[in-house]
């Protein structure tokens, strides 16, 4: 906090002071924050802007700032001295989507890629990425009184909440983890990083800075890590090329409520963040890195997003009718919303690690699920119901969500867009040809031999690509090879075992009934009614395609359709919430904007690369501090000599922190001694 004596202060922009204003007080001593103007201030204008969905692109985006938070001001606290970033609803960008695309490779790449499996040369990716946090400072006492608001409210009792602004929160301590989160990202994996991006929270300006500082009731109030250098401008916030980027709740929200405290509505907004590149590797502020890692850890152009799920905790497609708190209820209900849209199976559990994530499949998810992500953002705490609909899991559900549509994908491409005629006709006949089928019998399918996996493929399709192979993953699994989730819907667990001698079987009767007329039909009956024949006849056509490819699945060259209306030219299938609702036909999927004819094959190609994945293993540790035993046990477990490459120190104190917070801080300072740049001395 800035005293402004002698009826006078000056605000100024440290770096290009290009403004300077003086407010003349009369007759008080006056208190005020000392504001920094990072850009030229706007003032109550709301700028038109265009949510490009994806399912509508035919508007354009319009140009953007360069980020949320180089206008900001800090304003300090009259009681405590901690500052903030104040700003107005009015003024924010609301409703965008990240103005970095998604990088498509080039349709001859894509060609080569997945008609024999051939690596993608003369093209390359931007390897950088940014990198996500969400946090929580609950020792903050704006935060506390908020916190206590939204809880005393929940509980309908009257008056006021009677706040102890000491007293520890379950989960929500500060022990001072971003700040070495960040560091360690930065000891890590820094030359790969664009932006470091922080999510956090904001409030209503309390009583105690309307009325001693310049602050109006429209204001709220932006939280900050008090250890950020407030001697330098926002926009001057940087660690080598890294910049840092604070994008507070009630700028990226849509529709925006209130303060929230509700992790799952945080996630849910994701797809909202302004100027974070496509693919973004998203954390909690408990998470670190513990080795040197490469982007090949998270996303590479030639194999996809890397995901780490463990196949042997699964999620069940059902409600628990006696749900407790935490997260599983919430990835329950995230499963029945996949399980509605992609056929009711068990899925697996995501690593309590950082995330590979992209706006554009977010953006995708949204668009199906609409309801459930504006209801879990509505909700300022987490929820949990028993029957009604609960909050969604939106960092579970992404990955899952992006390897379902790739094995909707597969199968359209191959019962749509190669079998199906122009007039949605389709062969019963000709499809079980097409499976090596004859007469009635069974197609047993079994020992599916490839080559994607191969160490010297891997070597050899990275380095091609451009990239160093991965720093601490094991890529176990890949889109290149099918669906990963067969044996999972029969009750299996682990990882599938392609070369294994009995993988599935096709039944005709069952996967091809006489009553199947349309190509559109006979695509719904083996990707929803009957998901296990669609799994076994991705499998059979996996083996058909050699070892590497996709070659069986695809439609000619050749095929060309007219669409039968004129409009945007789409990207993925109907983005529908419920697979009844949707219209799968050749000429319902497909329209146009600029041509007469759509080639059915480059529609394809573009689908299955949108949707490429890995399922990795990495060394990782997940840290239980409870207590001070606990605490000392965990960082024992992770010394610097150490192969674990991830590890999350999750906060599940009971009672006074203090002791395991040194604990803490003792490791992390130890470990991350190094100050990032932005970090105040």
């Known amino acids: 906090m800035l005293p402004v004596h002698n009826h006078s202060v000056v605000i100024t922009h440290p770096s290009r002071y290009r403004w300077l204003l003086a407010i003349v007080l009369v007759g008080a001593t006056y208190s005020l924050g000392t504001y920094y103007w990072a850009e030229d201030p706007v003032t109550n204008v709301e700028p038109a802007v265009s949510y490009v969905d994806v399912q509508d692109p035919s508007s354009s985006p319009v140009p953007e700032p360069e980020s ?118 930065l000891q890590h994996f820094q030359p790969y990083v664009r932006q470091f991006n922080l999510l956090a929270s904001d409030f209503s300006a309390p009583d105690e800075f309307r009325t001693e500082t310049a602050l109006s009731e429209e204001h709220r109030l932006g939280q900050l890590p008090q250890w950020l250098d407030r001697s330098l401008a926002v926009a001057d916030w940087h660690d080598g090329v890294v910049k840092l980027s604070v994008h507070h709740h009630g700028r990226f929200f849509d529709p925006y409520q209130d303060t929230t405290f509700n992790s799952f509505g945080i996630e849910s907004q994701l797809r909202n ?43 069940p497609p059902k409600l628990d009718t006696r749900p407790s708190r935490g997260e599983w209820q919430p990835l329950r209900e995230s499963n029945v919303l996949l399980s509605n849209r992609f056929g009711a199976s068990n899925r697996p559990y995501t690593a309590h690690m950082a995330k590979a994530m992209s706006v554009s499949l977010l953006q995708e998810a949204y668009a199906t699920f609409p309801e459930a992500f504006t209801r879990t953002a509505a909700r300022p705490m987490r929820d949990v119901h028993k029957t009604d609909p609960g909050d969604l899991h939106t960092a579970w559900l992404m990955p899952h969500f992006t390897v379902e549509r790739h094995r909707e994908a597969l199968l359209w491409s191959w019962a749509v867009g190669r079998l199906g005629g122009d007039d949605d006709g389709w062969d019963n006949d000709k499809a079980w040809s097409a499976l090596g089928g004859k007469g009635d019998e069974d197609v047993r399918v079994g020992r599916v031999q490839r080559s994607a996996l191969d160490e010297k493929v891997v070597s050899r399709s990275l380095r091609r690509a451009g990239y160093e192979r991965p720093g601490a993953t094991e890529y176990l699994f890949t889109s290149a090879d099918g669906y990963p989730y067969y044996h999972l819907r029969k009750g299996g667990k682990g990882y599938p075992n392609l070369s294994a001698d009995d993988i599935c079987t096709i039944n005709r009767a069952e996967c091809f009934p006489a009553d199947l007329t349309s190509a559109s039909g006979a695509f719904a009956h083996l990707a929803f009614m009957a998901p296990g024949c669609g799994d076994c006849i991705i499998n059979r056509l996996v083996q058909r395609s050699g070892r590497a490819g996709f070659s069986e699945f695809l439609p000619p060259p050749e095929r060309e359709v007219a669409p039968a209306s004129h409009g945007y030219t789409p990207k ?8 009844e609702d949707g219209q799968f036909a050749l ?82 300072s130890e470990r991350w001694p190094v100050a990032a740049q932005w970090e105040a001395l």
Not at 98 to 107: G, H, K, T, V
Not at 118 to 133: I, K, L, N
Not at 572 to 579: G, M, S, Y
């Open 68 to 185: 949320d938070d180089t206008s900001a001001v800090f304003v300090s606290s009259p009681s405590s001295g901690d500052f903030y970033i104040p700003f107005k609803l009015s003024e924010t960008w609301r409703d965008r989507g990240s103005p970095l695309a998604y990088q498509e490779p080039p349709i001859e790449c894509l060609e080569n890629m997945f008609s024999v499996g051939a690596d993608c040369e003369g093209w390359r990716a931007d390897q950088t990425m940014d990198v996500v946090w969400s946090w929580v400072n609950s020792t903050d006492r704006v935060w506390r009184y908020a916190h206590a608001l939204i809880a005393h409210s929940a509980s309908g009792k009257p008056g006021k909440p009677d706040v102890n602004y000491n007293a520890p929160i379950e989960h929500l301590q500060n022990l001072d983890e971003l700040r070495f989160s960040m560091r360690s990202v």
């Open 572 to 579: 993925t299938l109907p983005t529908v919430e419920r697979w």
């Open 587 to 668: 000429t319902d999927v497909l329209s146009s904007a600029t041509t007469s004819t759509i080639n059915v094959r480059d529609f394809v190609l573009r689908l299955l690369a949108r949707y490429r994945f890995v399922l990795g293993n990495s060394p990782s540790e997940f840290v239980f501090l409870q207590g001070v035993g606990s605490a000392k046990k965990g960082v024992q477990r992770l010394p610097a000599s150490s192969d674990i490459a991830f590890a999350c120190m999750n906060d599940d104190i009971r009672g006074d922190g203090h002791a395991v917070a040194e604990i803490l801080r003792g490791w992390q």
């Open 273 to 315: 963040l302004h100027g974070v590149s496509d693919v973004f590797v998203y954390l909690n502020d408990d998470m670190y890195f513990l080795r040197d890692l490469h982007p090949a850890d998270f996303y590479t152009s030639a194999y996809g997003l890397v995901f780490r799920f463990d196949l042997n905790l699964l999620v």
